[in-house]
């Protein structure tokens, strides 16, 4: 198991502010309530207490009923991977960094120039993704734009689960496409009941369309895998300023009382189901009304979703690592920076967006990934602290050398060589060059170094796959064509 950091030293939020957020969030479902337009989704709350206005589709959720449904909701998620070794523990502050996005441009390894994602790209970054040490779960960066969408989710999870033993999550999109996924699964697991014990998939999907609307479509969908018992982050990304309050606090407010309603329909529907608060705050560009994530704020609110969540006992799902930069820059590396460390610090647990992307996640890129892959290993020695025992505190080295000595050549030395600082892996520390030199090619060597990186783990990483007869089986069943890993 990969046991994550334990993060928690970051917070925004302080305990008064997190208690008036949620009772803000609580009235805002009593007194206002959330539109619901599925009828059968209308019936499950009303069942439960909840006053539902049918012809209004109106439904307002009282606080007894949030907190019977806190009550039983996990506060403890163990999403696995295909390997034991890359099952991840989500709960308290315990910190994991991975993948994510829809994006609908990928830069060319090898030209850099945009292309649309293609399957062929899933495969390989899922590959890529295997190899770096620091992303802990796979969900698809890109959409594969060959793919005809009626199959899109079930030859998406095909594709990434064939190249990766690492945690897979992805959007089903449709009731059908859920159906499928969980079933696929569940042939590369034994059965359906094998990967309810050990579940290496799990699904995110965005029921919730801010501010405070239930999608009838995503809905049908999140009641199918809730029932199936796969585990789901319950994805709300309200954009402050468009579709929510532009103030942090207001938007705060509203996008926890979407999460509360989420967790109590989920658990209305199927008492018990694992998910994941799955709060995303963002920003809208108050000039153009575009998706702004770049900005300091968007990691503050996204680190404080780590606090809420913790308040109500749920494991979270959260982002970081969003830039509006198009290409991989500097502007990509500090607006990544911030918002990676800042949920690291506040101890998030399952952070994605977080490797590859560019472009307020329109776009990706091979290289990038190996980029973020070091920044993400370097928050997370942030968040492991200074260590301090009686061999790290070194009384008895300090003793052998005495004053005036050195320590170079000390068994201690020697013995935590490795281990004490972080070696980075695309600028060696010990390089030097001259200041003209740094300045005029620096930043496209780490670049070019990071793609070719990225080309190489691709190319020399193995990946245990899908028994070849069994894929075959799949392949056949799903109508799905060959991609390249």
Request: glycine share 10%; proline share 6%; aromatic share 6%.
């Amino acid at each position: 198991m990969t046991e994550g950091v334990i993060g928690g030293r970051y917070q925004p939020l302080t305990q008064d502010q997190i208690g008036r957020i949620h009772e803000s969030a609580l009235r805002i479902l009593e007194e206002i309530g959330v539109q619901v337009a599925l009828a059968e989704a209308q019936a499950v709350f009303a069942q439960a207490g909840a006053r539902v206005d049918a012809g209004a589709r109106r439904v307002r959720i009282p606080a007894r009923l949030v907190e019977k449904s806190l009550g039983l909701a996990p506060s403890r998620i163990v999403l696995c991977g295909r390997e034991p070794r890359h099952d991840l523990a989500l709960e308290d502050s315990r910190v994991y960094m991975g993948t994510g996005g829809a994006a609908l441009n990928v830069l060319d390894p090898d030209t850099g120039a945009a292309r649309p994602g293609k399957l062929r790209d899933i495969a390989q970054l899922a590959r890529l993704v295997d190899g770096l040490e620091n992303v802990h779960f796979f969900i698809r960066p890109c959409t594969a734009q060959d793919v005809p969408r009626e199959r899109l989710g079930v030859t998406e999870f095909h594709a990434a689960i064939s190249n990766t033993t690492k945690h897979v999550m992805g959007a089903g999109y449709t009731l059908e496409g859920v159906r499928q996924v969980i079933d696929m699964a569940g042939r590369v697991a034994g059965d359906v009941r094998a990967l309810r014990k050990r579940p290496f998939i799990s699904f995110t999907t965005g029921w919730m369309v801010s501010p405070l609307t239930f999608d009838p479509d995503a809905t049908r969908a999140l009641m199918e895998i809730l029932k199936r018992r796969i585990p789901v982050a319950l994805s709300s990304a309200p954009m402050a300023g468009s579709t929510a309050p532009i103030t942090m606090a207001g938007t705060l407010a509203q996008l926890h009382a979407e999460e509360l309603a989420g967790i109590v329909f989920s658990q209305l529907v199927k008492p018990g189901a694992p998910v994941l608060y799955g709060g995303i705050p963002g920003m809208a560009d108050m000039h153009d009304l575009s998706y702004k994530a770049g900005g300091v704020e968007f990691g503050l609110m996204n680190a404080a979703i780590s606090q809420l969540a913790g308040y109500i006992r749920v494991p979270n799902y959260c982002s970081a690592g969003i830039t509006e930069a198009r290409i991989p820059d500097m502007q990509a590396i500090y607006e990544k920076t911030f918002s990676i460390v800042q949920c690291a610090l506040a101890g998030a647990n399952y952070v994605h967006h977080a490797a590859g992307i560019l472009d307020s996640i329109l776009t990706v890129d091979y290289g990038q990934f190996v980029i973020d892959n070091e920044i993400i290993g370097m928050a997370l020695k942030m968040v492991r602290g200074i260590r301090v025992d009686e061999e790290h505190l070194a009384l008895e080295t300090i003793a052998e050398v005495g004053p005036g000595g050195n320590f170079v050549s000390t068994e201690h030395t020697l013995a935590h060589l490795r281990t004490e600082f972080l070696e980075p892996m695309l600028v060696p520390r010990h390089v030097r060059a001259a200041p003209e030199a740094l300045q005029m090619h620096q930043p496209p060597d780490i670049l070019a170094g990071a793609r070719e990186r990225a080309k190489r783990i691709i190319r020399e990483h193995e990946v245990p796959g899908i028994p070849r007869a069994l894929d075959r089986e799949i392949r056949e069943t799903y109508g799905l064509g060959r991609q390249e890993g």
